[in-house]
C-alpha cells in the first residue's frame, strides 16, 4: 500500500480548506470532473467545500489501435454544464504524461470560464512534457502505476479505500 485511507482523508480535507479559500463564497465553483478515476476523489472532495457548486462530468478516452494513433484523445463535451464566466475547477485523478489535462484545460478555456483552476490527486513528478500547470496537488508519487480510490487497472481495483500499488503479477493477468 502506498497511500492508506487516512492519510488520502486529511489531505483531501486539506485540499477542500484550500480550495475553499481561494473561490468566492458568493458564487462558487463549477467542478469538471474526468471520469472514471476521479470519482472517489471528486465524492470526498466536494463535501469538503461549503460553497454553491454546480458539477460537470466529462469522459477523455484514448483511441487505441485501428486507423487512429494510440493515444490520441477524444472528449466528450457534449453533457457539461455552461461554463461561460464562470469559476472552474478541473478534478483528475492523476498527471502523468499530460495529454489528458492539456486537453481537458484547453476544451475548459475553449467555453470562456472567468477563471480556471485544476486539482490533481496524484502527480507523477517531472513525466509532464512540455509540463501541465495544475493549482492543487494531492501527492507526488514517483513513476508507479497505482489503482484503488477511483484508479482502476483494467476496469478493476476502483473501489480499493487506499492508493496501492499495481504489482507485476496483476498487471500481466
Ligand atoms: P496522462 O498521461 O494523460 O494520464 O497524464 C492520465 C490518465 O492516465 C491514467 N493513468 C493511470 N491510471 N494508475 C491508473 O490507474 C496509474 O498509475 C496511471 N497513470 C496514468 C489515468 O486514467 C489518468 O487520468
Redesign the pocket.
Known amino acids: 500500500m502506498i497511500i492508506p485511507e487516512a492519510q488520502l482523508r486529511q489531505r483531501v480535507s486539506a485540499l477542500g480548506r484550500e480550495i475553499a479559500a481561494s473561490a468566492s463564497p458568493q458564487t462558487g465553483l463549477t467542478l469538471v470532473a ?1 471520469l472514471a ?1 476521479s470519482i472517489v476523489f471528486l465524492a470526498d472532495l466536494v463535501r469538503q467545500l461549503p460553497l454553491p457548486m454546480r458539477i460537470g462530468l466529462m469522459w477523455v478516452s484514448s483511441y487505441r489501435g485501428g486507423a487512429t494513433d494510440a493515444g490520441e484523445l477524444r472528449a466528450e463535451t457534449a453533457r457539461l454544464p455552461d461554463l461561460r464566466n464562470r469559476d472552474v475547477l478541473i478534478v ?10 492539456r486537453r481537458v484545460q484547453q476544451e475548459v478555456r475553449e467555453r470562456q470560464p472567468r477563471s480556471v483552476q485544476t486539482v490533481v490527486l496524484l502527480r ?1 513528478l517531472g513525466k ?1 512534457n512540455p509540463p501541465v500547470k495544475v493549482d492543487y496537488v494531492g501527492f507526488d508519487i514517483d513513476d ?4 484503488g480510490y477511483g ?3 483494467d476496469g478493476l481495483y476502483r473501489n480499493l479505500p487506499h492508493i496501492a500499488l499495481l504489482s507485476e503479477e496483476a498487471k500481466s493477468a
Open positions: 474526468i478515476g483528475d485523478d492523476i498527471l502523468d504524461t499530460g495529454g489528458t489535462l507523477k509532464a508507479v502505476f497505482v489503482v484508479l482502476d487497472h
